[in-house]
Every structure is written in structure tokens, then in C-alpha cells.
């Protein structure tokens, strides 16, 4: 059975900065690429970033674009999201998705195969 658990959400200023995790179990980590979706109150969810199977190659929203980070440890089985300098428009529940294919514009486009619970990041002003 697959797992995908993220952690690291939390509240913060505007102009702070957090680092998300999701750590995933159940199956080989290193053969797909991942992502970070958000769903903000009212809203459809949306993408915010994505990492090829190897880490090569990256792939973000243009809203996150210089802001946000996404990096990925295949021996750990984890990938992070560093968000920084935070907008109360940033405001959701973050979501990780483990992708279906291994490119991060599969992910991207919605080749996902599992989700995790998500977890939220609220941005004070």
C-alpha cells in the first residue's frame, strides 16, 4: 500500500518562510516524479511545483517562481517544498502527489497517481 505524508505546515507571518516534507512508502520512490499541489478555501486545487524522477529537472507554477523550492532525496524518500516569503495569498493545504510518469511536466499536468492528506499553511498578514 502507498503512502504519501506530508508535514511541515504551519502559521507564519507574511515574509515568512516554511519548509514542507513528504515522505512517501510502498513503493520504488526514485522511478517517478513528484509534485506540490495547494487548495486554498473556495478554490480548485491547483500546481505549484514539480521534480523529475532524478532531481534533474524542475517545474513550478509562475505565481511560485522564484520564491518556492522544490528539491527531492531518493535515498530518503522524501521530497521538500521551500516556501519563502510568504503572502497571505499563499494561504492552503498543501498537497504532495506522486506522480505516474517521470518527467516533472507529467506531474505538472496531472499524471498523479497518489495523494497525500495534505497539510495546511496559513499566512498571517
Not at 10 to 32: D, E, H, I, N
Not at 43 to 66: C, L, M, P
Not at 89 to 94: K, N
Request: proline share 2%.
Amino acid at each position: 500500500q502507498v503512502q504519501v505524508v506530508e508535514s511541515g505546515g504551519g502559521l507564519v507571518q507574511a515574509g515568512g518562510s516554511l519548509r514542507l516534507s513528504c515522505a512517501t512508502s510502498g513503493r520504488t520512490f526514485g522511478l517517478y516524479a513528484m509534485g506540490w499541489f495547494r487548495q486554498a478555501p473556495g478554490k480548485e486545487r491547483e500546481f505549484v511545483a514539480a521534480i523529475s524522477w532524478n532531481g534533474g529537472s524542475t517545474y513550478y507554477a509562475d505565481s511560485v517562481k522564484g520564491l518556492f523550492t522544490i528539491s527531492r532525496d531518493n535515498a530518503k524518500n522524501t521530497v521538500d517544498l521551500q516556501v519563502n516569503s510568504l503572502r497571505p495569498a499563499h494561504a492552503a493545504v498543501y498537497y504532495c502527489a506522486a506522480g505516474r510518469a517521470v518527467t516533472a511536466q507529467a506531474v505538472s499536468g496531472g499524471q498523479v497517481a497518489y495523494w497525500g492528506k495534505g497539510t495546511l499553511v496559513t499566512v498571517s498578514s
